[in-house]
């Protein structure tokens, strides 16, 4: 595997920020501009993904990368709820719905290969590359 040096290159990341530039144009359209709570909640799931993918990128540490992708997954997994609830009030079209969550659980699933890596590889980190 190719050493990777910044979070954009992680093909998770770059699959959480289309999600997010799919959903966050969204919540500028009725009805969902209207209901503040919901607007607010999909906004910061959809964005909250890619930023804790970055987050834990940057400690440096595989365990707290870990921490952070496991964060990033619930989060990925708090959206296709989100999503059924958008659904459920007709905020969503059905094959919109249909598009948004595939794109939500292919990144669940590829979030958790990733771990699953991570969790098997003798990575430890930038934090510990000099250390014994």
């Known amino acids: 595997m190719a050493t990777v040096h910044q979070f954009e290159e992680l093909e998770i990341w770059q699959l959480a920020r289309q999600l997010c530039r799919k959903i966050y144009p969204l919540t500028f359209e009725e009805p969902i501009a209207k209901d503040f709570r919901y607007k607010d909640q999909i906004r910061g799931t959809s964005g909250a993904i890619m930023d804790n993918i970055a987050e834990g990128f940057s400690r440096g540490s595989k365990h707290e990368f870990v921490h952070s992708l496991t964060t990033a997954k619930g989060e990925a997994e708090e959206l296709k709820s989100q999503l059924h609830r958008g659904l459920d009030i007709h905020y969503f ?40």
Do not use: T
């Open 93 to 132: 079209s059905a094959a919109l719905f249909s598009e948004l969550y595939a794109d939500a659980d292919l990144l669940v699933k590829k979030i958790g290969a990733f771990i699953n890596y991570l969790n098997f590889s003798n990575i430890r980190g930038q934090k510990f590359k000099e250390r014994n």
